[in-house]
């Protein structure tokens, strides 16, 4: 074999081995790692739980069983998500020590913005706004205020899973000032304090 063959011969060669692991990493299958789980977006949910006067059982007596739904959208932002939310829940009527009786929480809307933390499909997050309680008179009492403004704050922790899907269990503590009441020892202003645990599945889009 000629000198010029050989020089041939060992340039291809040498060509080859550089070249061909490029052209098999080329056709090689490309992986990329999975997308990071967004809460992104608007959401639309239902809820339901229990209302309570008394802490710390909020199965004892005088709650109520309570049930709603909720609306909201969230903006992730690395991992803090920021939202706002809107819900309105059927209380079943917790009741309340007043003046010379009871009354009796029958229904809540709210308006409450949020923040919290994601750990991927986990959210963790506290809550706080303003909350319109309906109250209804109970044991002993003629007459009460019906629609009554007061604030609201709370956490809870959100499980998300695939297909917009996300289930959550959250505590609000909700207080009420001002509430004026009649009954048989006359006429008092007083302040509630409500307790609401939840549990609630929303969907994501």
């Known amino acids: 074999m000629s000198s010029q063959a050989k020089i041939v011969l060992l340039a291809s060669a040498l060509a080859f081995s550089l070249i061909g692991p490029a052209m098999a990493a080329d ?24 209302a309570f006067t008394g802490m710390p059982n909020p199965f004892a007596g005088r709650n109520g069983l309570s049930g709603g739904v909720q609306a909201g959208y969230n903006q992730q932002m690395g991992p803090a998500v920021l939202g706002a939310e809107i819900e309105g829940s ?17 229904w809540r809307g709210a308006a409450k913005a949020k923040a919290g933390i994601s750990f991927d499909q ?16 109970g044991d002993n009492v003629t007459s009460t205020d019906g629609w009554k403004a007061g604030y609201l704050v709370g956490a809870g922790i959100e499980q998300g899973f695939a297909g917009g899907l996300s289930a959550k269990v959250e505590y ?14 006359g006429k008092s202003k007083e302040t509630i304090g409500s307790h609401e645990l939840k549990a609630g599945i929303n969907y994501r889009f």
Request: aromatic fraction near 12%; proline fraction near 6%; avoid cysteine.
């Open 27 to 50: 056709l090689a299958p490309a992986y990329n790692d999975p997308p990071a789980f967004q809460w992104s977006g608007a959401y639309v949910g239902v809820h339901g739980g229990t």
């Open 90 to 106: 059927y209380l079943g009527g917790a009741e309340h020590d007043v003046l010379g009786g009871k009354i009796k929480e029958k």
């Open 122 to 137: 986990t959210l963790l997050f506290g809550t706080g706004g303003v909350a319109l309680t309906k109250f209804a008179k």
């Open 172 to 185: 609000d503590y909700i207080r009420t000032p001002g509430v004026e009441t009649t009954s048989a020892l």
